[in-house]
């Protein structure tokens, strides 16, 4: 198993131009998030999603996008990026959501809008 | 509003003896506690969690301590080993909610 991987690993994008963070399990998990870290502080939800075609806000959702068309693969799409979107991205997943659930986390992708 | 927090940036622990990692937070209405360890360039793993309704929980070296009365929680390692060196961070859980709220972490250096 890959488990969680997430494309790409870094990237550099000017103001104002939009891409796609692209995240795939191979586990089958039916839950998947996707969290931005920002240097000193914690992981924030950004957007979340139960199953193939449902897919909810988290904490900090403005300026992003997403879609969950399989199990497999939950993209998040960034439109006009801004400077305030430099960040680490990680895509997680897990199996169930019953309390103390652990997640699977990606490697991370760093991105940096200049 | 930081729900969790770490008020301990940085800790640094000779080999062997333990390491005590703290983590506060604000809101009663967490169900469970985890643990995450986080190594440069790779995304968090999971280490370990506690049950709101429990005090303690352990698993090897590995130990959490909750105390709801004064909402705090502890992570101890003993005895700590150099691959303990990390970041680590806390994160609780409100029960149906799909959010975990996370502190901002604790980077642990085990000097050899």
């Known amino acids: 198993n890959a488990g969680v991987t997430q494309t790409p690993k870094f990237r550099i994008l000017k103001i104002g131009q939009s891409m796609t963070l692209q995240c795939t399990q191979d586990?089958?998990?039916?839950?998947m998030y996707w969290y931005r870290q920002d240097p000193g502080m914690g992981l924030k939800l950004i957007y979340y999603?139960?199953?193939?075609?449902?897919?909810d806000k988290g904490e900090v959702p403005n300026g992003y996008n997403v879609s969950r068309s399989t199990t497999e693969d939950f993209p998040l799409r960034l439109e006009l990026a801004a400077p305030s979107q430099t960040s680490v991205y990680f895509c997680?997943?897990?199996?169930?959501?019953?309390?103390?659930?652990?997640?699977?986390f990606g490697p991370g992708t760093r991105l940096t809008v200049t | 509003d930081q729900q969790v927090k770490q008020n301990s940036p940085s800790l640094s622990v000779q080999e062997g003896r333990i390491s005590i990692l703290n983590c506060d937070y604000t809101?009663?209405?967490?169900?469970?506690f985890l643990w995450y360890k986080k190594y440069p360039a790779e995304g968090p793993t999971f280490l370990i969690s506690?049950?709101?309704?429990?005090d303690k929980n352990e698993d090897g070296r590995f130990t959490v301590f909750l105390n709801k009365s004064a909402k705090h929680l502890s992570l101890h390692i003993v005895p700590s080993q150099p691959g303990d060196s990390a970041v680590y961070f806390c994160?609780?859980?409100?029960?149906?909610?799909?959010?975990?709220?996370f502190g901002t972490g604790t980077r642990l250096k085990v000097l050899a």
């Open positions: 997680a997943s897990s199996f169930t959501d019953r309390p103390g659930y652990e997640q699977y």
């Open positions: 586990m089958n998990h039916n839950y």
């Open positions: 999603s139960v199953g193939a075609g449902i897919t």
């Open positions: 809101n009663s209405m967490f169900d469970y």
């Open positions: 506690i049950s709101s309704i429990k």
């Open positions: 994160a609780a859980d409100v029960s149906g909610t799909y959010k975990y709220i």
